[in-house]
């Protein structure tokens, strides 16, 4: 079997004026890609810039966290919504971040959806195109934009068709039920580190999603490559994210893969 090529994202931003939910700066040392929240389920302008000025001291590549309108439900609220609605909520959010990238002198490196959205379009292919077309517009050949989503979905399909490259996430902190399908919540259980522990090293090894009734998944069918996530708002997010960055990179260098 070949190993996985593993890096490690984790949502951030997540805060809005003097509000923070998560220790975004001791976060942003744990991990390769940023996922940043654009206004819509947290965040504003100020938060933004913080949090791109953060990652680009810690050398962390930088993605869109586009969500629904629904900052009074954190984004985790599915919502009836048009792919043409959807598309231009996410142009409006990736746009907005956009700016500070440019204001900081960083590229886009990613698009990945935050919340209930995530979930309506790994099981929507209109949705999951309306995102991805979304990504396209700024992608270009000399810097072009991934996207992050579940393996063997829409996200996949969708990004195949556009030609998006597609990077398969698996979260670290969340559970899965028995037929694969990701359990959003509002708010996150503390998850003890024995667990992750066993689930990371289970997916690094032998590419398998543990489930919640004990049972394991393959993470899909020529994935070479995986993205793990850990929430900055799970309890001891910081403790778990060093954790999976360890074992990450003690399976990324047996694997003989320098540069993630």
């Not at 949090?51 to 869109?64: L, P, Q, W, Y």
């Not at 670290?172 to 996150?188: M, Q, R």
Request: charged content about 20%; aromatic content about 6%.
């Amino acid at each position: 079997m070949i190993p996985l090529k593993a890096t490690v994202n984790c949502d951030m931003g997540e805060g809005f004026s003097l509000y923070t939910i998560a220790d975004d700066a001791a976060l942003m040392e744990t991990i390769h890609l940023a996922n940043i929240a654009c206004g819509f389920h947290a965040g504003d302008f100020a938060t933004m810039s913080a949090t791109v000025a953060c990652a680009k001291s810690n050398g962390v590549r930088v993605g869109a966290h586009p969500s629904l309108p629904d900052r009074q439900g954190f984004g985790r609220r599915e919502m009836a919504i048009e792919p043409d609605d959807l598309h231009a909520c996410f142009v409006y959010q990736i746009g907005a971040l956009g700016g500070f990238l440019k204001l900081h002198g960083l590229p886009l490196n990613h698009v990945k959806p935050h919340g209930a959205v995530y979930g309506q379009m790994a099981r929507s292919l209109p949705l999951a195109r309306a995102a991805v077309r979304a990504t396209r517009v700024f992608s270009t050949e000399n810097q072009p934009v991934a996207f992050i989503g579940l393996a063997g979905t829409a996200h996949q399909v969708a990004c195949e068709e556009a030609g998006i490259r597609f990077i398969p996430e698996w979260f670290a902190d969340l559970e899965y039920d028995p037929t694969g399908k990701l359990l959003i919540t509002k708010t996150h259980v503390p998850v003890p580190t024995k667990v992750i522990r066993e689930r990371v090293t289970r997916m690094l090894e032998k590419h398998q999603v543990t489930t919640n009734d004990g049972g394991h998944l393959p993470l899909g069918e020529n994935v070479t490559e995986v993205s793990i996530c850990c929430h900055s708002d799970t309890p001891g997010a910081v403790e778990i994210a060093r954790l999976v960055k360890a074992l990450v990179g003690e399976s990324n260098s047996k694997a003989g893969y320098a540069d993630v």
